[in-house]
């Protein structure tokens, strides 16, 4: 019968990000055998370039910390942050990533990952019962030697070539304005300059994940193939058992005995699938590969599909040459407020990103939408956005600058005498320290990414001196997060709740556990190997056929 088959293996795995190498590893460790696929020239998906934040609730490294958190506490949380979300949050769903999260972090420890806890950084909605400050953990920097020639085709070599954590980002922001700003970037200087003197070439973030995931999956000699998209799925009898894979231009049929993981990303970069799903083409800073070419495959399955309206949404920015970045920091330091077309502010520019997106696109004035500061802003803190591009950012209109209000409002095209008047509203509330309009600062998340030098709110910061500076913003996003129905083993479900036999998925592949929100650093990052472990353990167990 499997002479058919061109190659045959226990576990086929599609996607080289969190949750595909997750699986991966997670299979080979229980010694099956393992083939991973990727569809790019370029390994490690959305994770490599990405903040590489994982959250997880009562991780191993918040108890012997002695961090108190909860299961219970988690899942409170949970339902106030998330709510109802439809089956993709389900309970049975919610409890397995919390269930599982300590597993995988235990397993990929004893593997070789180096984690490290983001001690610091709260949860988004700290406020609410459950709400914790510090579940977010993240991996050490690494040297990416250790990965020989394979580092050449990582897409980890795309992103930040520095040792920077998750853990330094909100300081250095502001490294030259405050004092625990400059001492964080003082110890990221000594850092990288170890790493220099040792002769070694180290990546943080994302690139510090999935480089440590991709030399776990080679110390396994598992082989991985680049620029080898699955395009089709074997289906015999109702039950996926295996799949047709382009590699480098030929068909070959491999025979999964115990599965297929589809864990290929989403449709970020998918036009299309945006102006259908979203309404707008889409200013994402998911990679090129992002074309739900994964999610449409599990469709032709028979799988169901959640959540194709959602993205994990954030301010996003377009330079001249067509490219999407994604701000942060920017938005919530003091000195700064958003406004729409009309010289309005709609929503507090400190709260997380995927609320801010949504409001964005909530939000029914037509016309542009825009970053305001002042020059102690500049001054200050960090703008990575168009940091040593400034000149060609002002040429494009895509950043404006103005000796004054009146004259920045006159060319960004918006009523100077409103601009005004909102920055008169704006800083009144700096000096009671309480937004009365929309509550900015009034939380610890809000504060992260505040200054505390300024007073009474570290988020409120007057527009009083120039020149003035606009930065033009979208609805950008970090990737789709609508996709195939899974249960809590990663499962693919149909639309009567029934699971295909042999079929998994995970990443932003699938419908998120975490609904229409955010609860905390690294909720996609988490989930994706949460539950790419998840499936690799299911078919682990399964039937062979």
């Not at 102006?275 to 090129?288: R, V």
């Amino acid at each position: 019968m499997e002479a058919q088959w061109d190659k045959v293996v226990d576990i086929l795995v599609a996607g080289s990000g969190a949750a595909g190498l997750t699986a991966a590893i997670t299979a080979a460790d229980a010694g099956l055998d393992v083939l991973v696929v990727e569809s790019t020239a370029k390994w490690g998906g959305t994770t490599a370039i990405s903040g590489g934040g994982l959250w997880m609730p009562v991780n191993p490294l918040m108890v012997r910390a002695g961090v108190a958190d909860s299961r219970e506490e988690a899942l409170r949380y949970m339902q106030e942050a998330i709510g109802e979300a439809g089956p993709a949050s389900s309970g049975e769903r919610r409890r397995a990533f919390l269930d599982s999260g300590p597993e995988v972090v235990r397993l990929l420890g004893r593997l070789g990952v180096r984690w490290r806890r983001s001690p610091d950084y709260p949860d988004y909605y700290p406020d609410r019962p459950g709400g914790k400050v510090g579940r977010g953990i993240e991996v050490a920097p690494f040297d990416t030697k250790r990965l020989g020639s394979w580092y050449s085709t990582s897409r980890a070599a795309d992103g930040l070539p520095a040792p920077v954590m998750t853990n330094d980002v909100w300081l250095l922001a502001r490294a030259w304005s405050t004092p625990s700003g400059f001492v964080r970037g003082a110890r990221f200087v000594f850092r990288t300059l170890a790493g220099l003197a040792t002769g070694k070439r180290l990546v943080g973030l994302g690139g510090a994940l999935s480089c440590s995931l991709m030399w776990i999956v080679r110390d396994q000699q598992t082989p991985v193939w680049l620029s080898s998209p699955i395009v089709n799925l074997v289906v015999e009898d109702g039950a996926v058992v295996g799949a047709v894979v382009d590699k480098e231009g030929r068909q070959v049929r491999v025979r999964a005995r115990r599965g297929v993981v589809l864990a290929a990303g989403g449709f970020a970069r998918n036009k299309e699938w945006r102006m259908k799903h979203h309404g707008i083409p889409g200013y994402s800073a998911a990679p090129e590969g992002d074309l739900g070419t994964a999610i449409g495959i599990g469709a032709g399955a028979g799988a169901a599909l959640e959540l194709m309206d959602d993205a994990w949404w954030g301010a996003g920015t377009v330079g001249p040459d067509g490219s999407h970045g994604f701000i942060l920091s920017e938005r919530s330091m003091p000195f700064s407020i958003v406004v729409d077309a009309a010289g309005d502010r709609f929503t507090n520019e400190s709260a997380s990103y995927i609320d801010f997106g949504h409001a964005m696109l909530g939000h029914t004035v037509p016309g542009p939408t825009w970053l305001i500061t002042d020059v102690r802003h500049a001054r200050r803190y960090l703008s990575t956005s168009y940091l040593g591009r400034k000149k060609q950012w002002l040429a494009a209109g895509i950043l404006v600058e103005a000796p004054t209000l009146k004259e920045l409002a006159e060319r960004i095209d918006a009523d100077p005498a409103r601009l005004a008047a909102t920055v008169e509203r704006f800083n009144d509330f700096t000096q009671t320290g309480v937004d009365a309009d929309f509550g900015r600062g009034r939380t610890v998340y809000d504060n992260y990414y505040g200054d505390p030098r300024v007073k009474p709110n570290p988020n409120l910061g007057p527009l009083e001196r120039g020149p003035f500076r606009a930065l033009r913003l979208y609805p950008g996003d970090l990737g789709t997060k609508g996709g195939l129905l899974t249960d809590a083993d990663a499962r693919v479900l149909r639309e009567d709740g029934s699971a295909i036999p042999g079929l998994y998925a995970a990443g932003n592949t699938t419908a998120s556990v975490m609904g229409r929100t955010y609860p905390g650093p690294g909720s996609t990052i988490g989930p994706a190997v949460v539950f790419g472990y998840r499936a690799a353990r299911h078919a682990t167990t399964a039937t062979l056929a």
